[in-house]
């Protein structure tokens, strides 16, 4: 698998030295796990604050496979003045490109910038990768940019950071910026403008949709009479009266007093003899006060019952 900056054949030749010789190369290679040992063997708390919100990162979106000991350092050391990646981040990307190739010389402005790629150079030859997936000179800008954008990654970066890096690196148009949250006096102004001081706003509109009008009742659809007779079938005409009552906004038990005005000589008796006594419209747990249930009842006798249920 790759590291950036160094050919397979030069970690090969660093390698032996450390065989052939037993003892440290001269020169200490950011690869290299006999010159820095593993991520496996470096305690938890060996890690800097931070250093695991830029691993997830790296790995997550990048490819990176593997640390070691030169990674967790060498990470130490970048976040050490986030004035440095401050000054980076400010710095035209093409500037900081021709910084990178042309080698500037280390004088003014130009110093602290050297020190983050220099920095950050040495981190990306210290990780393993999958693939080498982004060119060097793009996460030589995004690793120390978001550095400063998440206080030395204090947090993880977000979907924004990284997106408004990326485009800012490609010379593309900003992304939009998330909407902002809101502290607990914020939150606490808005609802009060909504809902009014201690849910005054609330109680007022309680006690306006309890004082508001019942919907206007229509004639839209029409209902037939019902007389009571013996070729009359009451459950149908309560399920036609049910149909139109609907349509016409006849609601609640306020149905009752509009239904007897449709009942006829036998069907007209019976309701001026009970109807006091019907209270509900339909409640099957208050049957004797409900109209449907003692209308069928008394209109429905169990021989009609069966009449029906075999025509």
């Not at 790759?2 to 660093?14: A, E, I, L, N, V």
């Not at 032996?16 to 470096?42: D, M, T, V, W």
């Not at 990306?124 to 550095?147: D, M, N, Q, V």
């Not at 690196?169 to 403008?193: G, I, W």
Request: glycine content about 4%.
């Amino acid at each position: 698998m790759p590291y950036y900056g160094t050919k397979k054949s030069q970690r090969k030749h660093h390698r032996n030295k450390h065989l052939q010789r037993r003892r440290p190369a001269f020169e200490r290679a950011p690869y290299c796990n006999f010159c820095y040992i593993p991520s496996g063997e470096i305690l938890y708390n060996q890690h800097p604050t931070g250093f695991f919100n830029f691993w997830n990162w790296i790995k997550d979106n990048h490819s990176a496979r593997n640390y070691n000991l030169c990674t967790v350092i060498t990470f130490a050391k970048l976040k050490e003045n986030i004035t440095i990646c401050a000054n980076l981040r400010n710095l035209p990307i093409i500037n900081y490109v021709a910084q990178l190739i042309l080698l500037i010389p280390k004088i003014g402005g130009y110093a602290e910038l050297n020190t983050a790629a220099d920095l950050t150079t040495e981190i990306l030859k210290s990780i393993l990768f999958s693939t080498l997936s982004t060119p060097i000179l793009e996460l030589l800008y995004y690793i120390p940019a978001l550095c400063e954008e998440t206080q030395g990654y204090s947090s993880a970066p977000t979907e924004y950071q990284t997106t408004k890096l990326y485009n800012l690196y490609h010379n593309l148009p900003p992304p939009e910026a998330p909407p902002e949250t809101m502290n607990q006096d914020q939150l606490t102004a808005v609802l009060t403008t909504i809902f009014g001081t201690n849910g005054q706003n609330i109680t007022q509109l309680t006690t306006a949709l309890g004082n508001a009008p019942p919907p206007r009742e229509l004639t839209i659809a029409k209902v037939d009479n019902f007389h009571g007779k013996d070729d009359e079938d009451p459950y149908e005409w309560l399920e036609r009266f049910e149909t139109a009552a609907n349509t016409n906004q006849w609601t609640g038990n306020r149905r009752i007093a509009i239904a007897a005005g449709y009942l006829k000589d036998a069907a007209h008796d019976w309701f001026r003899a009970n109807g006091n006594g019907l209270t509900v419209w339909n409640d099957n747990t208050n049957q004797n006060a409900s109209f449907v249930h003692q209308f069928e009842a008394y209109f429905s006798p169990e021989t009609k019952k069966n009449q029906w249920y075999y025509e």
